[in-house]
């Protein structure tokens, strides 16, 4: 091993290594960076004492500050809950017309009963509600059973001809098939198919309309389900036909077809399905998506 010496150009000490006549020298390490790494094992070394580290034998050393990541996200989620739980308490025992008044509760409602609305209703009421073919828009101001909160919460409760023989709360009634049990002749069919689009404002054969009218308030009863001026009736569910919203068609044969042999919607009742405060969420949501009826 040759001695340690200085060498001449740089006067660094070499470190007394020597390969062929090239030796190393010793250049000590910048002391920024010395203190840096002094700092970090301090650091290190604190960290190892605060929070859950060494293992022992039957457990682990738990940390001076008694905490962890996981401690604090069972707290918060802790904190949710009961925030979460107070609000559905409230749902479940205040009125609609109260939760409707209060701010922070309807908010709550309304994302509750959209996040309900996706999972129970769009597959019939589509995204948003807008109803499909045989399936009423809920967005809108037409209603066919009413569109008061009161309304709304019977319909989604009870449904509509759920199950009447067991369901005596549910919604029915009944359109009779003036064609298929020949309550009303043939003609009569064509002129009241004509009056219907007359209520409505299409294009119609005026003196068909015109006898038409008299089996819409005599012959048939319409009126007695569809209102005189055809503005519907939302006791029976008899929807309004002098519009240009339709359930089920708004063509002239479309027309015929439902006068002829009618169909008849089918609602599930939610009752013991979904428990009281979603059903209350469910009507805020759908009150409020544009058509609701009142405050
Ligand atoms: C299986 C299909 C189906 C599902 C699922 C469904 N509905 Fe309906 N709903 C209907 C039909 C059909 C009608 C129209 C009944 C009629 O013709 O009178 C209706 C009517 C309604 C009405 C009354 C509309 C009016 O104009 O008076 C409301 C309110 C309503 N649904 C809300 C809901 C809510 C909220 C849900 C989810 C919890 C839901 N529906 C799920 C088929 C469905
Ligand atoms: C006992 C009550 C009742 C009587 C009487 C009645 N309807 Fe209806 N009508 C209904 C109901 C209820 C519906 C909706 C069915 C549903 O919601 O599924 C309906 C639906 C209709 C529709 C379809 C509306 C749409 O939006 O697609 C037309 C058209 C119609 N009725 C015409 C008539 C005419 C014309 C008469 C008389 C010849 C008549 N109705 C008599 C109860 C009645």
């Known amino acids: ?23 190393e020298l010793d250049t000590p390490l910048p002391r920024w960076w010395l203190w840096t790494f002094y700092a970090t094992i301090v650091w290190g070394v604190g960290y190892m004492l605060a929070y859950p580290s060494l293992p022992l034998i039957n457990t682990n050393y738990k940390g001076f500050l008694g905490t962890t990541n996981r401690m604090q996200l069972h707290q918060e989620l802790k904190e949710v809950n009961t925030a979460r739980a107070e609000k559905l308490q409230q749902l479940e025992n205040l009125s609609l017309q109260d939760i409707r008044q209060n701010d922070e509760l309807f908010q ?12 129970n209703c769009v597959q019939c009421h589509q995204a948003g509600g807008q109803g499909a073919y045989g399936y009423p828009n809920l967005a809108d101001d037409d209603w066919i059973w009413g569109g008061t909160l009161e309304d709304i919460h019977y319909s989604i409760t009870h449904g509509i001809r759920y199950n009447p023989d067991t369901n005596e709360e549910t919604r029915t009634s009944e359109m009779p098939a003036f064609g298929k049990d020949q309550i009303l002749e043939p003609a009569q069919i064509d002129a009241v198919v004509e009056y219907v689009l007359k209520l409505s404002g299409q294009e ?6 015109e006898a038409g009218q008299t089996v819409y308030m005599e012959d048939a009863g319409c009126n007695g389900c569809h209102g005189d001026k055809g503005e ?19 063509t002239r044969e479309e027309i015929r077809a439902q006068i002829f042999n009618p169909k008849h919607g089918v609602m599930p009742a939610w009752k013991g ?16 998506l544009g058509g609701g009826v009142g405050s």
């Open 1 to 23: 091993m040759a001695e340690r010496e200085r060498d001449e150009v740089t006067g660094t000490e070499t470190t007394g290594h020597e390969w062929d006549g090239i030796r």
């Open 108 to 119: 709550f409602a309304n994302r509750m009963g959209a996040a309900a609305f996706k999972v």
């Open 204 to 209: 119609h054969d005026a003196k068909k309309a």
């Open 232 to 250: 519907g009736i939302k006791d029976v569910g008899g929807p309004r036909l002098n519009d240009q919203i339709w359930l089920f068609g708004g």
């Open 273 to 288: 399905k979904l428990d009281k405060a979603t059903i209350k969420a469910l009507t805020i949501y759908v009150h409020s």
